[in-house]
């Protein structure tokens, strides 16, 4: 190839800097864009904003015992303060909080309140997550085309159904077959047991009601060993990181397969600043990132390009990725990016203490409780009149410990000690949630002014839940209550701690798939309408929500994006 | 919706009456609290809460050195109102020991700490219904229920606490969903 001192540094940098593949984000989405990209043979840059976190040897908390935390994992004040956003997940503690990122460090601004709960290290929220896995169904896939909100998606169930299989056949789903058609079966390993109240509570309902069942959470919790990894513990640490590998994460599972190639190369600390289009291919060449701790910029070149930085670090790349062609964004001809954000509505539903199982207890901390699928709108005999779409219900069953018993009466001293080291009483949590309809006018854009430490604008969020919502909501909780009526439960008190969007962690739809590119950014398979070799499969590619936790289908919809990415690259379609 | 309104409106026109006489109570729970009170009083924490969770056939609140766990929560978990209740509280309970027995908390016996812990307990009573509720939410809780919750998540997670009151399994390996109890069944500690 000539003299190599012939080659000016510039070249030189530039094959040094270029990929087969770029994955941007190394999240569920991420670590499974990468998994399968390298797995297919491509040389893979894996480019992570935040620090490496290596599974097992980072966990730092992972072993610690709750006396070795100075305040017992209650959340300080000073974090409160400092960190306003992140101390409203449900998950925050000082076990975790290291996984979450500081307010102070990544600012946004909320024309319109917006919780943007966020994890900027190797593996993402992946570390963190409810593990939670429905599939979405035809009921799902066609909601939009036959009531109107949002746009068509432009696959049905019979296009991705191989692909869940795909996913959770490395995975690992604990769950219970059921054969719903609005909740198709994963693959399943077996379930994750229901203890006495919750048996008792599955054969109650099916005994009061014809249309809904009481089902075992689905989660990537491992009730047996799988590929290597688990099973699970039961000690329901999941969010420090599980050196047991008894759940599904991008560090524990995905981007280790990746690693066993070959042909991956792990970049941390890289905050992809701007994807970079080249006029004359009309596809982009690569991307330009600002290291976090230098603040150097660096550019990166490959034939295909994966987004996967969650849905609102996605739609604001692709709004300051500007150029001649796309003065409104990245791949943005039609306006849409940023727009249709969606999350699902919850911490709605009813808890009710039981008389029963007196003499009953459990061993284990079990890290899911049990599913109500959907019921409502399924067909004719269950149409509201007062809502469209749904919502599912989580439940579960304890007997409750000290931390309750000790305010259910005034006592101290000897007694009281007695009380705090006898199991109370069974209770039932249930909660449910739903789905948000997409709605244009909820969406991210840039702050005109505002930039963070590196220099970039800030993503401004303005969200709020509309008619259908709410409408939903007092079902919600009524049928709580009533499902817990009907069972026999005492003691009955109806919730509703109405979150601002964003609470439940399932941000989604700012670059949404559709059929017509007047609409959507996306086409079929995750491929940008505008810019072909740009693949998007994160949560915001969703078109719709459901009201299903949405990780897997990001994961099943981004092996089935990498297969054909690269068949379409074998091809020299890109 | 109409509960909260409901709610609402009684906190506000309790709230407008009385707003004048409890200015200097508004004062007393948003003041800047006085924690290095808290150093320098950790026996007298100590023994109450040994009061709240005395020691029997197992460890009680002193060998879990819960104080030192109080004293940190108070300082960096604990709002602002709470700190203040706390602190003040404590002064209160050194007052009326002084006053009625003649001597601080942690010279009297212990029936007569009993005595003492009992009298905030009836001074305090602020749980219940909605009153209780909206009570707790505007003026925070007592000095009693401060003292009695953070006493027990401070002993309940301590070595001592967990393990040997408690039934403490860091590593369960196994969900097993229906046991039979046994005799003296203890409560798991963590969940």
Known sequence: ?574 | MNRRKAILSIFLLGGGATAVFTGYKWYGIHKKPDLSFLDAHQALVADLAETIIPATDTPGAKQAMVHLTVISMIKEVADRKTKNIFIDGLKDVEHYSNSHFSNSFSELTATQQIEVVGHFRDEGKNYSGTIGKIKNKFAGKSFFHILKEYSTIAFCTSKNGATKTLAYDFIPGKFEPCLQMTPGQKSWATK
């Open chain 1, 1 to 574: 190839m000539g003299d190599p001192k012939q080659v000016n540094i510039n070249n030189k940098a530039v094959a040094g800097n270029t990929y087969d593949a770029i994955v941007v984000g190394s999240g569920i989405s991420g670590g499974w864009a990468a998994k399968e990209l390298c797995e297919k043979g491509l040389k893979t840059l894996l480019l992570e904003r935040g620090r490496n976190v290596e599974h097992i040897k980072d966990y730092s908390t992972a072993n610690m015992h709750p006396w070795e935390f100075d305040n017992r994992l209650e959340v300080s004040e000073k974090d409160k303060l400092e960190n306003p956003v992140q101390t409203k997940s449900f998950a925050y503690n000082d076990g975790c909080k290291h996984f979450f990122v500081s307010d102070q460090d990544h600012p946004y601004t909320q024309s319109k309140p917006f919780n943007w709960i966020r994890g900027y290290q190797v593996g993402g929220r992946s570390l963190l997550w409810g593990r939670q896995t429905y599939r979405l169904s035809d009921l799902d896939f066609e909601a939009n085309a036959k009531d109107g909100h949002g746009a068509d998606w432009p696959i049905r169930y019979k296009d991705i159904e191989q692909w869940y299989s795909y996913v959770e056949t490395f995975a690992g789903i604990s769950g219970q077959a059921e054969g719903l058609a609005h909740l198709p079966d994963s693959v399943f390993l077996p379930p994750i047991e229901m203890n006495c109240l919750e048996k008792q509570f599955a054969k109650d309902i099916k005994a009061h009601y014809k249309d809904r069942i009481v089902t075992n959470g689905r989660v990537t919790n491992l009730s047996r060993g799988w590929n290597g990894r688990g099973p699970c513990q039961y000690r329901n640490l999941c969010s420090r990181g599980c050196p047991f590998g008894g759940y599904f994460s991008s560090n524990a599972a995905t981007i280790p397969m990746a690693v066993t190639t070959g042909n991956l190369t792990l970049r941390p600390h890289a905050i992809v600043a701007e994807v970079l289009y080249d006029e004359q291919t009309n596809k982009a060449k690569g991307v330009r990132i600002i290291d976090e701790l230098t603040k150097e910029s660096t550019e990166f070149f490959a034939k295909i390009i994966f987004l996967n930085a969650s849905t609102i670090g996605t739609a604001t790349l692709l709004l300051q990725s500007t150029s001649k062609h796309f003065p409104d964004g990245f791949g943005n001809s039609s306006g849409e990016v940023g727009h249709n954000l969606m999350d699902h509505h919850s911490s709605i539903g009813a808890t009710g203490d039981s008389d029963s199982f007196n003499d009953q207890y459990y061993k284990g901390r079990k890290p899911t409780g049990v599913y109500i699928p959907r019921f409502r709108n399924l067909n004719d005999q269950t149409r509201q009149k007062d809502f469209i779409r749904g919502y599912a219900y989580q439940a579960d069953a304890k007997r409750h410990e000290w931390k309750d018993t000790m305010t259910m009466n005034d006592s101290f001293g000897a007694s009281f000690k007695e009380q705090l080291a006898k199991p109370g009483p069974w209770f039932l949590w249930l909660g449910a949630f739903g789905e948000c309809l997409p709605n244009h006018e909820n969406k991210v854009t840039l702050d005109k002014e505002k930039k963070d430490k590196w220099g970039l604008p800030l993503a401004d969020i303005s969200f709020s839940y509309g008619e259908n919502e709410k409408a939903m909501r007092k079902d919600m909780q009524a049928s709580a209550v009533e499902m817990l009526n009907a069972t026999g439960f005492k003691n009955i008190q109806p919730f509703d701690y109405d979150p601002a969007g964003g609470t439940e962690v399932h941000e989604m739809g700012t670059v949404r798939m559709g059929k017509d590119v007047k609409t959507s950014v996306l086409n079929g398979n995750n491929q940008m309408h505008d810019v072909k070799n740009v693949f998007i499969t994160d949560g915001s590619c969703m078109p719709s929500g459901g009201c299903q936790n949405p990780s897997l289908t990001y994961m099943a919809l981004t092996a089935r994006a990498c297969d054909f990415a690269v068949s379409e690259l074998k091809k020299n379609n890109l």
